[in-house]
């Protein structure tokens, strides 16, 4: 072959490998901006405690569920439940945000806290939805029953950094 038919070829071949990749061209396009500019806002959502909540027994241990618990001068033991019941304030702004109250212990310390542990107290916690609303929570706090060779006596933790969170529910 001479040089002039293998150019020939070599030229026909890239044209062919190029076209190959007409689908990936460019078509027309179009745009345009919204009619008239538009600005949205966020939700938002809020908790606060109103009063004073109040301690109680929650059972286990044959204490009397339901009567006063005294975190200054009552004692617990492994498998002791407390409650602690309380009225908070929840606003919720959003049409279509829904939230439930979670208890926590992020915030509390001291060495009693690796044998507590913390839950709702009623087995299906209540979601909430947009608008204003006045609950009342209890948060049960547990000395896990499992705690043996005294682990933990004469421990102290202080529940003040006790919290509940008010998270968003999320539903596809």
């Known amino acids: 072959m001479n ?6 070829i070599a030229a026909g071949s890239a044209a062919l490998l190029l076209a190959g990749g007409a689908g990936t061209m460019a078509a027309w396009t179009a745009s345009t901006t919204a009619s008239a500019p538009q600005t949205i806002t966020a939700g938002s959502m ?3 405690q109103t009063g004073t909540g109040a301690w109680t027994w929650g059972g286990g241990n044959g204490a009397t569920a339901g009567t006063a618990f005294n975190p200054a001068v009552d004692k617990l033991v492994p498998g002791d439940v407390v409650n602690y019941t ?4 929840i606003n919720l702004v ?3 945000l829904k939230a439930t109250l979670t208890p926590a212990l992020g ?3 001291g060495d009693l806290l690796p044998q507590l542990s913390v839950a709702d107290a009623d087995s299906t916690p209540a979601t909430y939805t947009e608008g204003t609303h006045t609950a009342t929570y209890t948060t049960k706090i547990t000395f896990n ?3 043996t060779d005294q682990v933990g006596a004469t421990k102290t933790a202080s ?4 919290a509940v969170t008010l998270q968003q529910t999320i539903t596809p």
């Open 46 to 48: 809020a908790v606060s």
């Open 94 to 96: 959003g049409k279509n």
């Open 145 to 147: 029953p499992a705690t």
């Open 107 to 109: 915030g509390v310390s």
């Open 86 to 89: 309380a009225t908070y304030n």
């Open 3 to 8: 040089k002039t038919t293998k150019a020939a």
């Open 159 to 162: 529940l003040a950094g006790g």
